[in-house]
């Protein structure tokens, strides 16, 4: 159809590209539409295999592919083509002096570098991967979008034949958005250049530092509902909420994301272990336990606070089964994630439609490198995820009494736990779950005594004689820096106590405990999380 009077004619295109999916199905329909196609090389081969008319870009430049194709679309005859004003005289004489053809639109996706490095290649393969004609081409044409179409992404080839369907050409609106697209993609490109090399040449502190991000969803609203919010993933494969599959249930908000992330970095401290559970609400856990069963761990779980439960979210280091889905159905839950969830599970959280269900078919590696990033105002803090573990043999005992095997096996629980609690934290555990756990407060002997409550709380909702922190330990994850926060956990029950010690009045805490017939030990190792 011809071009309605707001839209720019197609008439010639480049195709250029790594990623050939799509690609003979466009070239197809442009050729229907009587567009002449330029393209180089693989593109080139693929369109003629199609029995596809297609020029050779080296037939417009007048000079052949060279240097193993790093040099063929940088020519003044494609870039004057892209970047000419068809509305200045003055540019439209130079085409017609310089032989140079017009390039309505430029399809072009870049070398895939990041997955070159994604797969482990080395430095100069990684360098032999960086695109240099195509971001050059894609930010001529971006600049030029006045007159220029630009597609980067095979995803927006659909949108292409749709407007000019509708608009027999390019509008300047949809040639805007495309535009932004591709300034987008070209600095996405280039901060994972960048970025690598930065980490390839040991530069921990580049002098300056670029992220980039993919939309992944639109999401109602923020942490409240005066705010505006959506969903960017940062294109790492790590097993998590961004990379899980939603099985079924009401799409995820804002606060979903973060809280399911939260529960499943956790439970990923315990791949390889038992059965375990992790029951978090407002991005701390509320209950964790291990058991021979995963009906078991969520029981054991929930029963550590059932009141903060609800509502939460559940996640799993196994498959989610039916036992345990009926459990976790039995009382409202908006997110449950784990690695997979079998035809048994899958049929009892169909009743509940509104109730999330994520797999991810692994667990995340806690040891795995990686950065967090905070925003403040007025920048960025950086910083390594937290990747510290303690081992058995890293723990120095300090208190006169040694901490039994039980004991032990229950320190290093509470102390899993404890990296993924808010500051000032502090977690109970016995016999492999919570039964306390005291998250954000001011003061640390705050959070040790609201941990408490808690567990006497649960202990009148469950009819037990005594609450269940007497006979548990206890995890701080900083040092305690006076000796009533321990004294208020040997007041709840504790009977060993595990910390990263470092305090001036270590020795005044040390004998306390000593004085309380406790047991402690030092990790040497702290985990603030704020």
């Given at each position: 159809?011809?071009?309605?009077?707001?839209?720019?004619?197609?008439?010639?295109?480049?195709?250029?590209?790594?990623?050939?999916?799509?690609?003979?199905?466009?070239?197809?329909?442009?050729?229907?539409?009587?567009?002449?196609i330029?393209?180089?090389?693989?593109?080139a081969?693929?369109?003629?295999?199609?029995?596809?008319?297609?020029?050779?870009?080296?037939?417009?430049?007048?000079?052949?592919?060279?240097?193993?194709?790093?040099v063929?679309?940088?020519?003044?005859?494609?870039?004057?083509?892209?970047?000419?004003l068809?509305d200045?005289?003055a540019?439209?004489?130079?085409?017609?002096?310089?032989?140079?053809?017009?390039?309505?639109?430029?399809?072009?996706?870049?070398?895939p570098?990041e997955?070159?490095?994604?797969?482990?290649?080395?430095?100069?393969?990684?360098?032999?991967?960086i695109?240099?004609?195509?971001p050059?081409?894609?930010?001529?044409?971006?600049k030029?979008?006045?007159?220029?179409?630009?597609?980067t992404?095979?995803?927006?080839?659909?949108?292409?034949?749709?407007?000019?369907?509708?608009?027999?050409?390019?509008?300047?609106?949809?040639?805007?958005?495309?535009?932004?697209?591709?300034?987008?993609?070209?600095?996405?490109?280039?901060?994972?250049?960048?970025?690598?090399?930065?980490?390839?040449?040991?530069?921990p502190?580049?002098?300056?530092?670029?992220?980039?991000?993919?939309?992944?969803?639109?999401?109602?609203?923020?942490?409240?509902?005066?705010?505006?919010?959506?969903f960017?993933?940062?294109?790492?494969?790590?097993?998590?909420?961004?990379?899980?599959?939603?099985?079924?249930?009401?799409?995820?908000?804002?606060?979903?994301?973060?809280d399911?992330?939260?529960?499943f970095?956790l439970?990923?401290?315990?791949?390889?272990?038992?059965p375990?559970?992790?029951?978090?609400?407002?991005a701390?856990?509320?209950?964790?336990?291990?058991?021979?069963?995963?009906a078991?761990?969520?029981?054991?779980?929930?029963?550590?606070?059932?009141?903060?439960?609800?509502?939460?979210?559940?996640?799993?280091?196994?498959?989610?089964?039916?036992?345990?889905?009926?459990?976790?159905?039995?009382?409202?839950?908006?997110?449950?994630?784990?690695?997979?969830?079998d035809?048994?599970?899958?049929?009892?959280?169909?009743?509940?439609?509104?109730?999330?269900?994520?797999?991810?078919d692994?667990?995340?590696?806690?040891r795995?490198?990686?950065?967090?990033?905070?925003?403040?105002?007025?920048?960025?803090?950086?910083q390594?995820?937290?990747?510290?573990?303690?081992?058995?043999?890293?723990?120095r005992?300090?208190?006169?009494?040694?901490?039994?095997?039980?004991?032990i096996?229950?320190?290093?629980?509470?102390?899993?736990?404890?990296?993924?609690?808010?500051?000032?934290?502090?977690?109970?555990a016995?016999?492999?779950?919570?039964?306390?756990?005291?998250?954000?407060?001011?003061?640390?002997?705050?959070s040790?005594?609201?941990?408490?409550r808690?567990?006497?709380?649960?202990?009148?909702?469950?009819?037990?004689?005594?609450?269940?922190?007497?006979?548990?330990?206890?995890?701080?994850?900083?040092?305690?820096?006076?000796?009533?926060?321990?004294?208020?956990?040997?007041?709840?029950?504790?009977?060993?106590?595990?910390?990263?010690g470092?305090s001036?009045?270590?020795?005044?805490?040390?004998a306390?405990?000593?004085?309380?017939?406790?047991?402690?030990v030092?990790?040497?190792?702290?985990?603030?999380?704020?």
């Amino acid at each position: 159809m011809p071009a309605k009077a707001d839209a720019r004619p197609v008439t010639r295109a480049l195709i250029s590209v790594s990623d050939k999916t799509g690609l003979v199905e466009l070239g197809r329909d442009l050729a229907a539409r009587g567009v002449e196609i330029l393209s180089t090389g693989g593109s080139a081969a693929a369109l003629r295999a199609a029995g596809i008319e297609v020029r050779d870009v080296a037939d417009v430049t007048g000079s052949p592919e060279m240097m193993d194709g790093r040099v063929k679309t940088l020519h003044p005859r494609i870039h004057g083509g892209l970047l000419a004003l068809r509305d200045d005289p003055a540019h439209m004489d130079a085409m017609r002096m310089h032989d140079i053809p017009e390039i309505d639109l430029l399809v072009v996706n870049l070398y895939p570098f990041e997955a070159t490095v994604a797969r482990g290649a080395d430095y100069a393969e990684a360098v032999e991967n960086i695109d240099i004609g195509g971001p050059a081409m894609i930010r001529a044409a971006a600049k030029n979008h006045r007159f220029v179409a630009v597609i980067t992404d095979a995803e927006d080839y659909d949108a292409l034949r749709a407007e000019l369907d509708a608009e027999g050409g390019t509008t300047e609106p949809f040639r805007r958005t495309l535009a932004q697209r591709a300034f987008a993609r070209t600095a996405a490109y280039d901060a994972a250049v960048s970025g690598w090399m930065a980490r390839a040449i040991d530069a921990p502190t580049p002098r300056r530092r670029t992220v980039s991000a993919r939309f992944a969803q639109a999401l109602r609203y923020g942490e409240n509902p005066h705010q505006a919010a959506a969903f960017y993933t940062d294109g790492s494969d790590r097993p998590g909420v961004a990379t899980a599959r939603q099985l079924q249930g009401k799409a995820l908000s804002y606060n979903n994301i973060n809280d399911t992330d939260a529960a499943f970095e956790l439970v990923s401290e315990f791949a390889g272990d038992a059965p375990a559970c992790v029951i978090v609400k407002h991005a701390n856990p509320c209950g964790v336990a291990r058991a021979d069963t995963l009906a078991e761990a969520y029981s054991r779980a929930f029963d550590c606070d059932r009141v903060s439960a609800f509502g939460g979210i559940v996640a799993l280091n196994r498959p989610l089964d039916g036992p345990t889905a009926e459990a976790i159905a039995a009382i409202f839950t908006e997110v449950v994630i784990a690695p997979g969830a079998d035809d048994a599970a899958q049929a009892v959280f169909a009743r509940k439609k509104n109730l999330r269900l994520l797999t991810t078919d692994a667990l995340a590696d806690p040891r795995a490198a990686g950065e967090v990033w905070r925003q403040v105002s007025g920048g960025y803090l950086v910083q390594d995820r937290d990747a510290g573990r303690i081992t058995r043999d890293e723990l120095r005992i300090v208190t006169a009494r040694a901490p039994s095997d039980t004991e032990i096996a229950d320190l290093l629980f509470a102390w899993t736990v404890a990296k993924h609690v808010k500051s000032n934290a502090i977690v109970y555990a016995r016999a492999g779950a919570t039964v306390g756990v005291g998250a954000g407060q001011m003061s640390r002997v705050d959070s040790t005594r609201i941990a408490a409550r808690k567990a006497e709380d649960m202990a009148a909702a469950l009819g037990l004689d005594t609450p269940p922190t007497k006979g548990s330990v206890v995890a701080s994850d900083a040092f305690f820096p006076f000796a009533d926060g321990l004294m208020a956990a040997a007041e709840a029950g504790a009977t060993a106590v595990i910390q990263p010690g470092g305090s001036v009045r270590d020795d005044e805490v040390i004998a306390a405990a000593d004085a309380a017939g406790l047991a402690m030990v030092f990790t040497g190792m702290r985990h603030f999380r704020h």
